[in-house]
């Protein structure tokens, strides 16, 4: 590997002064600085964090995780040294080359750089407007004129994106708008669309500790992973012959990813870091933002607007622990906090709008809600909304534009759930607020890291193919029925099952998962109670030991142990 060629950093982060010529210049000895071309989307092949071979943590690529290992242990110790394993590939180095290599991705169609879009205006004699909304397919050109496409998937696509823009940079040719440095330098104005980007070394990009020991990857690398995800797909379409509007979507795709990628290595020069989350010239209809999905969207945290109409049905929509012995309850239009002990309202705050409780600040001080697709925190204590909860997470899961988000207000950042379709059937934010699990009407989603928006864990839906007892509103339990009255049984749970909208879950202090899922009682994947009373609303505590039920005319407070019981009954009828 060539040593004297320059690490190609400034393609993330240009200088001030000639930010195009080093980009390109980046751009060009990136193939003589790569270790390898990077292909696969799966980051990680388990918890521990081993890297998968062709993604962006490749071994392969970047050298061993541990020095003068390969992965699979066939080269072991210095004498090794230099030496490429047969079996997996992994050279037999110090595990400092991680911090050193770089890998590239060769993109299946052109890209559109965002210090690069001013220069593109130039040369094609539009405004840089126009450039973003043909690159992000917004637009085509018809005759030498920008033209809107409609959302939706317009058949006119075909001439738009970046590779339209090509075309047309290697029409002009190098004009007089041609700045003299890049010409001196060799480039034409047709390398201002680029044809692959920088894989930083993944020393730069560590791995995350989770609660569990788990080691997840950093948003650096998450991007990397959206990027690869819509390149491999681009691909597979491109060598099917596959170019129509599904193609161009792909592509939109592609540029989308990849200007995130930009954004969150922070390639705008000199740009502050708020204004890193918006795209230059670019304005989105909620069409467009369908398509695009961008994960970018702002994310701002400030009061609700007042709700206009009639409220809802007066039951609860949310609750949680405020410590050991208050509890937030909340309805469409108040939230109430009651004391478990004697069940008295200690307090009451009005609330302007239809929103959802996500979850509340350790002390609980504060509490989060989302409306409309926007964060907002309530202090508890006044009943105000502020802009900020100190040490408290600041992430949820929204609706937006047919597309499910994770919000986190914490790092200013959106990121989309691809696994998630619309119509949310279950969400609940872990009481530590690490952790947040999604999942749509047929199962797809699980638990997801807030901090970096990966998928945690699977949990691919409970089978409740053996009988368990059921947990009567009064306390008392019917033992499980008989097998041969399961079935008849089990079609009696999915008729209670359509009709609850209680989901919680936590990793509780011992290591144990615990779900309250419609209704099912579930501890490390295995259903342990059905209950009896409809909830509209659950939370665990902090240790997972105790569980709130909210129905619509009792609070429950239970105790989820090993043989789950009720600790106390609250009416809510005074509420």
């Not at 029409?171 to 708008?177: I, L, S, Y």
């Not at 502050?272 to 701002?300: C, H, I, K, N």
């Not at 929204?398 to 959106?414: F, I, P, Q």
């Not at 947990?471 to 009696?492: R, S, Y």
Request: proline share 8%; glycine share 10%.
């Amino acid at each position: 590997m060539p040593t004297q060629v320059p690490e190609p950093t400034a393609f993330f982060r240009p200088p001030r002064t000639s930010p195009e010529l080093a980009i390109l210049e980046a751009a060009r000895a990136l193939r003589g600085r790569s270790s390898g071309e990077i292909t696969g989307v799966l980051l990680t092949e388990d918890n521990e964090g081993t890297p998968s071979p062709q993604g962006a943590l490749s071994e392969v690529v970047f050298g061993p995780v541990r020095d003068f290992r390969c992965a699979c242990g066939k080269l072991v110790g210095p004498e090794h040294a230099g030496a490429r394993c047969p079996r997996c590939h992994v050279e037999c180095i110090a595990s400092s080359a991680r911090a050193e290599r770089w890998g590239h991705v060769a993109a299946s169609g052109g890209l559109v750089h965002r210090a690069l879009g001013s220069l593109v205006a130039r040369c094609l004699g539009w405004t840089e407007e126009h450039v973003w909304q043909v690159a992000f397919f917004q637009a085509c050109v018809e005759e030498g004129e920008v033209v809107p496409l409609m959302p939706g998937g317009d058949p006119r696509m075909a001439d738009s994106g970046p590779e339209m823009l090509r075309r047309l940079l290697s029409e002009k040719g190098a004009g007089a708008d041609w700045p003299a440095e890049l010409a001196a330098a060799g480039f034409t104005p047709r390398e201002l669309i680029l044809d692959e980007v920088p894989v930083t070394p993944p020393a730069h990009r560590p791995l995350n500790r989770m609660p569990g020991g788990a080691r997840m990857p950093g948003l650096d690398s998450v991007r990397y992973q959206e990027l690869l995800a819509s390149n491999g797909r681009l691909r597979a379409m491109r060598e099917a012959g596959r170019e129509d509007v599904y193609s161009d979507f792909e592509h939109l795709a592609l540029q989308t990813a990849f200007d995130a990628l930009c954004v969150q290595l922070g390639a705008e020069p000199g740009a502050p870091q708020e204004e890193r989350s918006v795209r230059p010239g670019m304005t989105f209809s909620r069409e467009a933002r369908y398509w695009l999905r961008d994960d970018r969207m702002d994310v701002e945290l400030f009061p609700p607007p007042p709700f206009e109409g009639e409220a809802e049905t007066q039951r609860p929509t949310g609750c949680a622990f405020l410590g050991q012995d208050a509890a937030l309850v909340c309805f469409p239009s108040v939230a109430v906090i009651l004391g478990l002990d004697d069940g008295q309202v200690r307090a009451t705050h009005e609330l302007p709008s239809p929103v959802r409780l996500v979850t509340v600040s350790p002390e609980g001080a504060h509490a989060l809600f989302t409306f409309d697709g926007e964060l907002h925190v309530l202090d508890l204590r006044d009943g105000t909304w502020v802009t900020d909860a100190p040490g408290m997470s600041l992430a949820a899961a929204v609706e937006r534009a047919g597309s499910v988000y994770l919000l986190n207000a914490r790092v200013d950042s959106t990121v989309e759930l691809v696994e998630v379709r619309k119509y949310l059937q279950r969400q609940a934010t872990s009481p530590d607020g690490k952790l947040l699990w999604a999942e749509d009407h047929s199962g797809r989603g699980g638990v997801y890291s807030v901090d970096t928006g990966l998928r945690w864990v699977d949990r691919g839906g409970w089978r409740l193919d053996t009988p368990v007892p059921k947990l009567q509103a009064d306390g008392t339990v019917t033992p499980a029925p008989a097998e041969e009255d399961f079935t008849e049984d089990l079609e009696h749970f999915a008729k209670e099952h359509g009709g609850r909208t209680d989901s919680a879950f936590t990793l509780g202090t011992d290591g144990r998962w615990r779900f309250l899922d419609l209704g099912l009682l579930v501890v490390d994947g295995a259903p342990v109670r059905r209950l009896a009373f409809q909830g509209s609303a659950g939370a665990f505590d902090i240790t997972g030991e105790r569980l709130l039920i909210a129905s619509e005319d009792s609070l429950f407070l239970l105790e989820v142990g090993q043989e789950p019981r009720i600790l106390r009954r609250v009416p809510l009828s005074q509420v």
